[in-house]
């Protein structure tokens, strides 16, 4: 892969760090319930920054870049391990979190190391044009679709205050939205290039 390529994987995923880490940010208005529309929306974006399927998506575009199997894989494992280090670094440099958050958060870390690469290789594989190419391409859109349901967004406890009720549920819709859109897009473009071509009819002299 090109160096600007590599750039672009370590900007998209500082970029995916730093508005997640500005998501977790709660003012105090938030906190005694004087702004809980403020905090509706933070907790919205803060659940769609950081739902599995927007960091996977991270990785498989990283891996897409890199085209090839062994750089995608490593693409995967880079983007994912850059956008922990700089969330959890940055946070800690800001104060917004304690130094103890590495060890509370090294799972994240491994996490990153174990499937960062599968992720990457699926990016690699999205560029084929046969069904294992088409796959890969559904892969992300697929778990936008199931992550909600998995998670639970949409059977949130009634007992939890209006905001964190909104949040779920909008996120939730958001993330199925888009993924049901996006296999429709991904599925639609698979036939059109699998559909045989026809010949179109040639006048007679």
Do not use: K
């Not at 199925?176 to 040639?202: E, K, M, S």
């Amino acid at each position: 892969m090109t160096r600007r390529g590599w750039g672009l994987v370590v900007v998209g995923a500082s970029v995916l760090a730093l508005v997640s880490l500005a998501s977790n940010v709660t003012t105090p208005g938030q906190l005694d319930g004087s702004a809980d529309t403020v905090l509706a929306t933070r907790l919205t974006l803060s659940q769609l920054v950081n739902a599995g399927t927007v960091w996977a998506g991270l990785a498989v575009v990283s891996g897409w870049l890199a085209r090839r199997p062994a750089p995608a894989v490593a693409a995967g494992v880079v983007a994912l391990l850059t956008a922990c280090v700089v969330h959890y670094g940055v946070g800690t440099a800001f104060g917004v979190f304690d130094r103890d958050v590495w060890a509370a958060n090294l799972h994240w870390l491994l996490g990153a190391l174990v499937v960062g690469g599968p992720l990457g290789l699926v990016g690699a594989i999205a560029h084929r044009a046969d069904r294992r190419g088409l796959a890969a391409r559904l892969v992300v859109p697929l778990g936008a679709v199931l992550e909600p349901f998995v998670v639970g967004r949409f059977t949130t406890p009634a007992i939890l205050p209006w905001p964190n009720r909104i949040a779920d549920l909008v996120s939730g819709l958001v993330l199925l939205v888009a993924g049901v859109v996006g296999c429709g897009r991904i599925l639609a473009a698979g036939n059109r290039r699998t559909a045989p071509h026809r010949r179109r009819p040639t006048a007679e002299a």
